[in-house]
């Protein structure tokens, strides 16, 4: 649905994205993970259209985005620090939402209301960050978005209005297959919801891939020899370390080939479990300076 | 049906397996009975706050395993049960009660206990 083919954008000598490629299916719920500063935000206004790549392309549907007013009529954008004007409430903000989104629906505006309760007439301005957040999701879902762009979407939600609100999105991907992008530093939130994850670093994606991939290629192996540590070469472990005689590997590979590989060998315990997306990430992310080997302060 | 079954988020079991073995269990227990419809994909997604897709996952291996059929249009249904249907997954399921029966022995629970636990089923 979403595809970003040689993305690069600088800003004067900083270059924040460079050759960026990504692939976002319909209706797929989609991830973009890295450290602050990578470019994830950069790379959300390039695909919303605020901002003109410098090279590359970027389509929706196959339709370029940039300067289509009638594309944009479909894409609701959530950014990370939500924007209303200075002087607005939310009925003068729902006036100009229908005003300017042909597919703004009325009938929905009525079931959200009672979901979100806020006061219709009380300056935006004044709300708190989570309470604006909450009006940001209403207006979104009322236009009935074929796409959704959302940067740190969970931020300032309580646990409460936070399952409401992904409840609300995923009946829309489920009924409308409405595809959502979204961009986050959270990786326990997405691991919970997104299909497949894209990782970036110092403005590049280094890793594209669905979640289930991710997380069935890789697991910790625990063992326990009497003796010594036998050979074992015949497993792609990435990492080994052993605590008294229980031996801690991660290994890559399938579920049931690592437990026939494990049973190869004469160990008094076998334990194959899954990571975490944080530790798949580091794991991924070996080779590269991610900046999450300690620091001593 | 819904508050049947839930979801962890903290387990690091991966939440499609969650869902299809629970529903899996409900199957086996005679709590879902043949024929029976579960929920749509839609009303568990907006029930749980889960990812359809992930759901979706859940219900494909379910009707893979036999355990559900999908009718276009109308939804997931329970299977009706056949016997003998499945010798691998029997012969796993046997290894791992042998493995729970021996730790049982090791426990010091006696041959007499175990084989009642089978004689209360």
């Known amino acids: 649905m979403i595809k970003v083919r040689g993305l690069s954008k600088s800003f004067g000598d900083f270059q924040a994205l460079r050759d960026v490629n990504i692939n976002v299916p319909k209706s797929s719920v989609y991830g973009i993970v890295g450290p602050n500063g990578s470019g994830k935000t950069t790379l959300i206004k390039n695909i919303v259209g605020i901002l003109i790549p410098d090279q590359g392309s970027i389509t929706i549907g196959d339709i370029p985005v940039f300067d289509n007013p009638i594309l944009k009529e479909s894409i609701a954008y959530i950014p990370d620090d939500i924007y209303f004007f200075p002087q607005a409430d939310l009925a003068d903000m729902i006036s100009f939402y229908r005003q300017v989104y042909p597919s703004f629906n009325d009938e929905r505006l009525q079931k959200l209301i009672p979901i979100f309760p806020l006061d219709h007439h009380s300056p935006l301005r004044r709300f708190s960050r989570g309470m604006k957040k909450h009006a940001a999701f209403m207006l979104a879902l009322c236009i009935m978005p074929r796409v959704l762009v959302l940067d740190e979407p969970m931020d300032g939600l309580d646990p409460v209005a936070r399952r409401k609100v992904w409840s609300l999105v995923f009946q829309d991907v489920a009924e409308r297959q409405t595809t959502v992008f979204i961009s986050s530093h959270n990786l326990r939130e997405l691991e919970d919801v997104c299909d497949c994850v894209g990782i970036m670093h110092k403005g590049e994606v280094v890793l594209e891939r669905n979640l289930d991939e991710l997380q069935n290629n890789i697991f910790k192996l625990q063992l326990a020899f009497r003796q010594d540590v036998p050979d074992l070469s015949h497993l792609t472990v990435l990492s080994q370390n052993q605590v008294g005689s229980v031996v801690h590997l991660v290994v890559r590979g399938e579920k049931e080939q690592i437990i026939n590989q494990a049973a190869q060998l004469d160990s008094m315990m076998i334990d194959v479990l899954p990571l975490s997306l944080e530790e798949i990430f580091i794991h991924e992310l070996g080779g590269m300076d991610y900046g999450i080997s300690s620091t001593d302060i | ?121």
């Open chain 2, 1 to 121: 049906m819904i508050y049947i079954i839930s979801v962890d988020l903290r387990n690091p079991k991966p939440i499609y397996e969650q869902v299809r073995d629970e529903i899996k269990n409900l199957i086996i227990r005679g709590v879902l009975e043949p024929d029976e419809k579960i929920p749509s994909v839609r009303e568990m997604a907006q029930n749980l706050a889960i990812n359809p897709n992930t759901i979706q996952k859940a219900y494909r291996d379910l009707e893979a395993q036999g355990f559900v059929y999908q009718v276009p249009g109308k939804g997931t249904f329970v299977q009706s049960r056949a016997p003998g249907q499945n010798p691998g997954k029997t012969e796993q399921l046997i290894a791992e009660i042998t493995d729970r029966v021996r730790e049982l022995i090791y426990l010091g629970v006696s041959k007499e206990e175990i084989k009642q636990v089978l004689e209360d089923l």
